[in-house]
């Protein structure tokens, strides 16, 4: 079955600094991967859709890449501030109607 | 903007108790999804529908089920509520199937089994 793994580990980063997630996966080729962000209590927010012919993507201070030969997406906040502290969520295709979720990273950003 | 809401934020039940979970949708979208969100686990599909009166299984039914009469409605149905179903459930709803929909979420509801 599809796996998704996310860094495992809670992100905590100084503000104005970059953070970098990490998504990989195994055992698929999506077709495309999303990301998401979750606040404290609340449901996920859809941020970016990357395409598997798409390297790179960019959404004001939010970057994705998608590398399908390393299997791998990278989500980076640039210029980071206290608001984007919440968790982020990848997401890809499991198949027609489906998305698969990792569990994802919480990014703290310190003032 | 569209918009996804769930009939409660927080919900305690007995081990026994029906339990409903309501969700409504108001931007007339094909599909709907129920999730249970649970830490270190991710988000589960339970259950979704892609048309009104249709619903298909997701990872783990077990212990629910669905209701879709509506276009814009789709309920989740504890039979008999465990203490293991406590969790964070999240609606979510999508336009058409295909690869690039995304998916619109509800605030979710909290419910907790004692």
């Known amino acids: 079955s599809q796996k998704i793994e996310q860094n495992s580990e809670a992100l905590n980063i100084q503000e104005g600094k970059t953070a970098t997630l990490t998504c990989n996966y195994t055992?698929?080729?999506?077709?495309?991967l999303q990301w998401y962000r979750q606040d404290p209590g609340r449901g996920p927010v859809f941020l970016l859709l990357?395409?598997?012919?798409?390297k790179e993507k960019r959404k004001e201070r939010l970057k994705v890449t998608f590398d399908t030969t390393l299997k791998q997406s990278l989500f980076h906040i640039t210029a980071s501030q206290p608001a984007d502290s919440a968790t982020y969520l990848c997401?890809?295709?499991?198949?027609?109607?489906?998305?698969?979720f990792g569990a994802g990273t919480t990014v703290t950003v310190r003032a | 903007d569209v918009k996804v809401t769930q009939s409660s934020r927080y919900l305690v039940k007995r081990t026994g108790e029906k339990v409903f979970l309501e969700c409504v949708q108001d931007?007339?979208?094909?599909?709907m999804f129920w999730y249970r969100q649970d830490p270190g686990l991710g988000l589960r599909l339970i259950y979704f529908?892609?048309?009104?009166?249709?619903?298909e299984k997701g990872d783990i039914p077990e212990g629910y089920s669905v209701s879709r009469e509506k276009k814009e409605r789709f309920s989740l149905i504890l039979e008999s509520a465990s203490t293991n179903q406590t969790s964070m459930y999240l609606c979510?709803?999508?336009?058409?199937?295909?690869?690039?929909?995304?998916?619109?979420f509800g605030p979710g509801t909290r419910l907790t089994v004692l």
């Open positions: 979510a709803s999508s336009q058409t199937s295909g690869l690039t929909d995304t998916q619109y």
């Open positions: 055992n698929y080729s999506p077709a495309y």
């Open positions: 990357i395409r598997e012919n798409e």
């Open positions: 997401a890809l295709d499991a198949n027609d109607y489906k998305l698969s």
């Open positions: 931007m007339d979208h094909e599909n």
């Open positions: 529908s892609y048309d009104v009166k249709m619903k």
